[in-house]
């Protein structure tokens, strides 16, 4: 099992977007964000599931805003940026943690343009249209926190959707190029790369013997909880991390070392 999600005080008061936070990791997240004190928008495709994921927040007292948005789409994206800050000011703590798409693993002949153009669109053009957006009230204001989502398919061939992997690649090289571009402007930028995260979506889809299986894989021996990528994530938006800018953490149990 993961270990308690720690609490990182110098987050409290401070604005919060994530981006697919209505459920899986992005909603453990968005729960961690509000326990540290951080007002929280959560985006989604799902109504329904933002809507429970806000709620959950409130349950514990904490500050939540629906934002949803398709962050595929730029309009959608600049749209959702002016509802936050309608409501709760420029976010200074953005994670990009939006994914999907239609790809399937299969050989590279037989990978449909549409569904090609969909795992690019919906992982590496929705990063993209996300820091466009936010990263200039970030910039005008002199500092900010940014974590990107990437996977154990871009670090490595592991049978992930060719499209997916290159997309997930494309995000930590993204990264790279953002924090580089904007350290001197007391932003940071990092990636987070996990690994088999049992989600209660993957859950659904991965039977016990499965899950299982897969153990061996691992050497630390168990699946990746939600939890575990919400923990890294809180360290690399707070300042307990604030010599640190452009990486990519592996949170995947040890089945990535670089």
Request: aromatic letters at 4%; hydrophobic letters at 45%.
């Amino acid at each position: 099992m993961s270990s308690p999600i720690p609490v990182y005080p110098d987050l409290q008061g401070k604005v919060a977007l994530v981006t697919g936070g209505s459920r899986g990791i992005g909603a453990a997240a968005c729960l961690a964000l509000a326990r540290c004190g951080a007002k929280v928008a959560v985006n989604g495709r799902d109504g329904d599931a933002i809507d429970a994921t806000v709620a959950a927040i409130r349950e514990q007292d904490g500050a939540a805003f629906a934002a949803p948005a398709d962050c595929s789409s730029l309009a959608a994206v600049q749209a959702m940026r002016a509802a936050i800050e309608d409501h709760f000011g420029a976010p200074e703590l953005l994670l990009a943690f939006a994914g999907g798409g239609s790809g399937r693993p299969m050989p590279l002949a037989e990978i449909t343009e549409e569904d090609w153009r969909s795992s690019i669109d919906h992982n590496l053009t929705s990063t993209f249209f996300t820091l466009k957006c936010f990263l200039p009230a970030m910039i005008a204001r002199g500092h900010g926190s940014i974590v990107t989502m990437a996977s154990a398919g871009g670090r490595v061939a592991s049978g992930a959707p060719a499209g997916y992997g290159a997309a997930k690649a494309g995000v930590i090289m993204l990264t790279r190029h953002a924090a580089n571009e904007v350290g001197r402007q007391g932003i940071r930028v990092n990636c987070i790369s996990p690994s088999a995260v049992l989600t209660e979506r993957t859950a659904q889809r991965m039977p016990p013997a499965q899950q299982q299986a897969m153990l061996g894989a691992f050497p630390l021996g168990r699946l990746g909880q939600p939890d575990d990528i919400a923990s890294a994530a809180l360290f690399l938006l707070s300042e307990s991390s604030s010599w640190i800018t452009g990486i990519t953490l592996d949170v995947a149990g040890g089945r990535v070392m670089n």
